[in-house]
């Protein structure tokens, strides 16, 4: 189905229509609330700022999981609830989720011993859903599994399974899936304001970013799922509002896949600050992090700190014996959690719960905070369950536990460089019939062709170089070098399918390298 961003404004166009619900916030979570919405049969708008999962959505570590380090902190209803769902979206999103080994080395009998009990704990609670048993392994194992691990001192290791994915297609295909539930979904429309009568909400006003055009949107209820940036709507509906999160910075270094080997992951359960560290393949490359650094400002393009890049490096040195350096980073990306506040200036934000919260101001508005990729589902049931009663929606059931996302296919070829398309991809290697140069690769370090640039804007609603090299296709998270030479072709393409002409080519080009080099460790 065709994507077409005048027809979904045309929806929004007359005032007088009244919408069931209006969805603020294009990330995880907003997404998941508007596709539960839709899929109940209500008439749903969603409305984005910037591009769908352009903050901490597209930012993620990649996992689907339950979270051990939840389990170690006794948060035994987080992981179930998380387990749960992780095998809910394998069910609906095979094309987009699999099935990942981890392993933990360690370096004493006692640690192997500790960390196997607890996974084998972690299984139990996944249930039919679980995603393989947990087993110790011996040393000589762990080797062979990760032949550039740290010897020296090692006893034996762990494996476990759990899930790994793409958050930025994922992310994508819920807005394919919402669109295709009767949903309008619309990026790059910023909400300015809120309409009030007799002092409760009842719509939006918002701007359409491109051509600055101002519409007033009505509906039965507003939702705030505009992670890090809740705070701002909540200040739109009262001014003196308190604010309710904190943001908290993760960064990731990207290298070769070499360092690593091709089919495991390293789980470091404990560094020195407390955190666990994930090193993973992922698109052939090995993605390592994360940090947690506590910031009082956010914004839509973070930037990665000194610190927390030689944080990363410094970790994995003590791990790897061919070790990376700085040299060797191919992407750096950080990323927000939207967590919530700290109550007491002692309270750190690893320690701070991930379970999601509803609050619903005296105005009607639902803000949902909180919570993480792997549950973005239940968040969302949760979210339209409320919004019904304090709207007087017609009551109906949810329906997103088995409602399978866009591109659903049960079985994938890992390497097919277009699996994450799932069931599109036979058609987007179709589109090289008409055009033949479409099938050549925009730069020799990355599989992207044209055809998936030409795809992305008719079909999945990019407009932006940077939509096209960060959320289509990861060009810039896998590798900032190759995107940047990139970038003309792709500017190219998209200009030709928006018939835009050659200075906004231009300046797509040089707005996406101002995004660009901030992904370069030294840019």
Not at 109 to 133: P, V
Not at 298 to 314: V, Y
Request: proline share 4%; charged share 25%.
């Amino acid at each position: 189905m065709e994507n077409k961003r005048e027809n979904y404004i045309n929806q929004i166009s007359d005032p007088s229509v009244i919408w069931d619900l209006i969805v603020v916030g294009g990330g995880a979570t907003g997404l998941g609330v508007a596709l539960d919405a839709a899929s109940r049969g209500f008439k749903t708008l969603l409305v984005e700022q910037s591009d769908f999962a352009k903050g901490t959505s597209s930012r993620s570590t990649k996992l689907v999981h339950g979270g051990v380090r939840y389990l170690a902190q006794g948060n035994i209803g987080l992981v179930k609830e998380a387990l749960r769902e992780r095998g809910i979206l394998f069910q609906n999103a095979p094309h987009l989720v699999r099935n990942e080994t981890f392993i933990i080395p360690n370096y004493s009998w006692f640690s192997g011993i500790f960390y196997f009990i607890g996974l084998s704990i972690y299984d139990l609670m996944a249930g039919k859903r679980s995603f393989g048993r947990s087993r110790l392994i011996s040393k000589k194992e762990v080797i062979r599994r990760i032949p550039n691990i740290q010897q020296t001192r090692l006893k034996c290791g762990v494996l476990y399974h759990d899930g790994q994915f793409d958050d930025a297609r994922l992310a994508i295909s819920l807005a394919l899936t919402f669109a295709e539930q009767g949903g309008t979904p619309l990026n790059y429309f910023r909400v300015n304001g809120l309409i009030k009568r007799e002092n409760r909400i009842c719509g939006v006003i918002a701007r359409d970013q491109e051509t600055g055009n101002i519409y007033s949107v009505h509906s039965k209820i507003v939702i705030n799922a505009t992670g890090v940036f809740v705070d701002e709507l909540l200040m739109m509906d009262k001014p003196e509002a308190k604010p309710i999160v904190q943001p908290s910075q993760g960064i990731h270094l990207v290298f070769d896949k070499s360092f690593l080997g091709p089919n495991d992951a390293l789980m470091i359960p404990k560094t020195k600050d407390g955190r666990v560290l994930f090193a993973i393949p992922w698109h052939d490359r090995m993605l390592v992090g994360t940090t947690d650094t506590p910031l009082n400002a956010h914004q839509l393009e973070p930037k990665a700190l000194e610190e927390e890049i030689r944080f990363i490096l410094e970790t994995a040195a003590q791990y790897l014996t061919r070790i990376p350096e700085r040299k060797d980073v191919l992407s750096v990306f950080a990323g927000l959690r939207p967590l919530a506040a700290p109550q007491n200036e002692n309270e750190k934000t690893k320690e701070i719960s991930r379970s999601h919260k509803l609050i619903v101001s005296q105005t009607g508005l639902i803000t949902i905070t909180g919570g993480k990729w792997t549950t973005y589902r239940k968040m969302a049931e949760d979210t339209v369950d409320l919004a019904i009663r304090k709207a007087g929606l017609s009551k109906k059931v949810c329906q997103t536990k088995t409602l399978r996302i866009h591109g659903h296919i049960e079985s994938m070829d890992w390497s097919d460089p277009f699996f994450v398309y799932g069931s599109d991809a036979p058609a987007i290697k179709a589109l090289v019939n008409e055009n033949d140069s479409w099938k050549k690769t925009l730069d020799p370090r990355l599989p992207y062709i044209g055809a998936e640039m030409i795809w992305s804007v008719r079909y999945e609603m990019a407009r932006t170089v940077e939509d096209l090299l960060a959320r289509r296709t990861r060009a810039l998270f896998l590798d900032a070098g190759a995107a940047i030479q990139m970038a003309p072709a792709a500017a190219g393409l998209l200009a030709s399918e928006l018939n835009k002409n050659e200075d906004w080519e231009k300046e797509q080009i040089v707005s996406f390298l101002g995004i660009a080099k901030n992904y370069l460790v030294d840019g």
